[in-house]
């Protein structure tokens, strides 16, 4: 250990007295931070390079790819029917959400419909995995500002969602259940009446985020004023979800021009905020689990009866021609725009994926806030890499 | 800045009125393109009440955008990609015998033809746009240089673009004029290639065969219609 005499330790201080009474700026060519590559709440791997001037972003850059699967080349050596295998991997915490617009494209393409009971149990499945999506937001967005109790909630109540969709799919994460023209199965004996338990199980949950983190302290001052977002600053990214609605626009898919889906034909609101900050992002994902709930409990009350598969053929060709369609999925808009030139294989697929538009504009909102404030937006943007990375 | 928020709308509107609304709103949104871009708008195509395909020339690209963006109300950026539309020489590999002659070898390679709105060129963007408050959404598809794809870079009409094109021209080779920034996104830095290109092979199914040709068997009585339907042998 080296210790300075005392004579040099006081001039240097004497220096640095001097230096703050005429009010010197020390200059610096900043600090390159690199955070990652990992996510606090393993929503996969994200690296974000950011540099500091003291304790502020002068540049972020995300860094991606560790997770690229190359899904849109795949998808063109692959049948209609297994490239749902493939789309449920994207964004892995909502599967079936995922499989919805793909399939929706594929029957346009066909012009074929799914019957009405089909239709309702798509939009039951559709809506549950939201649940069991953004639930696990809620519970994360804590752990990442450093409160660990919610996400041990979200943890065990996301469970019984799970549960309900394995009993109809067969799988906890990945049911691949959707099917041109319809459905693979009807759902068991005895799942309304399971469901609506676990509805119960899930606006409790609610209720303790409310409890919890909502009204925390720490957290809204974590939140409130963050990562503001602007409305045309957000749609000129190609925000989408509960994130563009946090900053106070009302579009929500699932009411405007939703297709396939029978959304329209429920009572339900679509929730803003006006103030476009982590902390409303947080709060709108809040209001539409509720909602979910709300939507899930009718959509049980109608589901109508009949046939869950439409007649389609055996081996599915697809008429040539261009679709696109997307729906209002857990993250935000997903598309799938597919053309087909009347194989057994698309010709192409464009994959557009919520998160990537989400977190293409990092670059422009790290710019200028806190090295801390930087964990707390990127949670609430709420993205998942297998959705960014395709 | 616009108001967006709209009071909670009626769920039961009429269908139909709707639908021939929403096909006027295509047509018109097709005109006033023409009108801004004159020769640069190629080719369009209205499919009522779902969607709406234009076709521009390379160089009306960027004015496109801007024109959608401050014309036409289309303030929501949602993709931007490109399509190659070149058949693959590879056929469609393992999937489909079809494409096989008797010796097992590739046939030969199909003349290239183009999607909705027609084309010219072996590469074409593909964009999308929306607009937020009246709920349409267009596509844009430009064609490019078969050997030296070039166009202008969206960004200074919708930012959203800058990572979409970095896609675009590390997976199909699509070089932006005036992109700050114009480097791998997914692919580590030393990549060679462009992988959504068709003439890139796609190794796994170069060294594997495709376990899944076995899977697709023909029920009794049903080939009958499925005849050359390929990939049931």
């Known amino acids: 250990m080296t210790t300075v005499p005392d004579t040099r330790k006081l001039a240097y201080i004497a220096g640095q007295a001097s230096d703050a009474r005429v009010n010197v700026e020390f200059e610096s060519d900043g600090m390159v931070l690199n955070l990652g590559p990992q996510h606090p709440a393993t929503h996969g791997t994200l690296r974000v390079i950011v540099k500091l001037d003291g304790e502020r972003v002068t540049a972020a850059e995300p860094v991606m790819g560790y997770m690229h699967r190359g899904y849109e080349k795949l998808a063109e050596v692959r049948t209609y029917p297994q490239i749902t295998t493939l789309v449920n991997r994207i964004d892995w915490l909502g599967s079936f959400a995922n499989e919805v617009p793909f399939i929706l494209a594929a029957e346009r393409l066909m012009e074929v419909e799914a019957p009405p009971r089909a239709q309702w149990i798509r939009t039951v499945l559709f809506e549950l995995s939201r649940i069991a999506n953004v639930v696990l937001f809620l519970g994360d967005m804590g752990v990442q500002l450093g409160a660990v109790t919610p996400v041990f909630f979200a943890f065990r109540d996301r469970e019984f969602v799970l549960n309900q969709i394995e009993a109809v799919t067969g799988g906890r994460f990945h049911p691949n259940f959707d099917r041109i023209g319809g459905l693979k199965d009807d759902i068991p004996k005895g799942w309304v009446d399971e469901t609506r338990g676990v509805l119960d199980r899930i606006r409790t949950f609610c209720d303790e985020m409310e409890d919890l983190v909502t009204g925390n302290e720490i957290f809204q001052a974590r939140t409130r004023g963050i990562g503001v977002i602007p409305a045309d600053v957000g749609l000129s990214y190609g925000l989408s979800g509960a994130n563009i609605r946090a900053s106070g626009v009302d579009w929500d898919l699932r009411r405007d021009g939703g297709v396939g889906l029978v959304h329209d034909r429920l009572d339900w609101k679509v929730w803003t905020h006006p103030d476009g900050d982590s902390f409303s992002r947080y709060w709108v994902r809040l209001q539409e689990v509720r909602e979910a709930c709300i939507m899930v409990d009718q959509l049980l009350d109608g589901m109508p009866s009949g046939p869950i598969m439409a007649k389609v053929p055996r081996i599915i060709k697809v008429p040539a021609g261009e679709a696109y369609v997307e729906t209002e999925n857990p993250l935000g808009i997903m598309g799938f725009y597919v053309i087909s030139k009347g194989d057994l294989v698309p010709y192409r697929v464009k994959i557009r994926s919520a998160s990537f538009n989400n977190i293409s504009i990092t670059p422009w909102l790290l710019k200028g806030v806190y090295v801390p404030d930087v964990v707390s937006i990127l949670a609430s943007l709420y993205f998942i890499l297998g959705d960014i990375d395709r | ?233």
């Open chain 2, 1 to 233: 800045m616009i108001p967006l928020s709209s009071p909670d709308t009626t769920l039961d509107e009429p269908a139909e009125s709707a639908e021939r609304a929403t096909d006027e709103e295509r047509e018109s949104l097709v005109a006033t393109l023409a009108d801004v871009l004159g020769d640069g708008l190629v080719d369009s195509e209205v499919a009522p009440g779902t969607d709406v395909w234009v076709r521009v020339t390379a160089e009306a690209w960027l004015d496109a955008g801007m024109a959608l963006r401050d014309r036409c109300g289309m303030a929501y950026f949602n993709f931007l990609s490109a399509i190659d539309w070149l058949p693959s020489p590879f056929g469609r590999d393992m999937d489909a015998q079809v494409d096989l002659s008797d010796d097992g070898e590739a046939a030969e390679p199909e003349p290239m033809t183009w999607g909705v709105a027609g084309g010219g060129t072996r590469f074409q963007l593909l964009a999308r746009v929306h607009d937020p408050r009246a709920h349409i959404g267009v596509t844009l598809k430009a064609d490019l240089d078969s050997h030296d794809p070039r166009a202008d870079s969206w960004i200074p009409a919708y930012p959203g673009a800058d990572w979409h094109e970095r896609e675009a021209w590390e997976m199909f080779g699509i070089t932006f004029r005036g992109h700050p920034n114009l480097i791998h996104l997914y692919l580590p830095t030393q990549f060679e290639g462009n992988p959504l290109r068709k003439d890139y092979p796609l190794l796994a199914r170069r060294v594997k065969p495709w376990p899944g040709i076995v899977d697709v068997e023909l029920m009794p009585g049903d080939d009958a219609d499925d005849e050359g339907d390929g990939g049931s042998v």
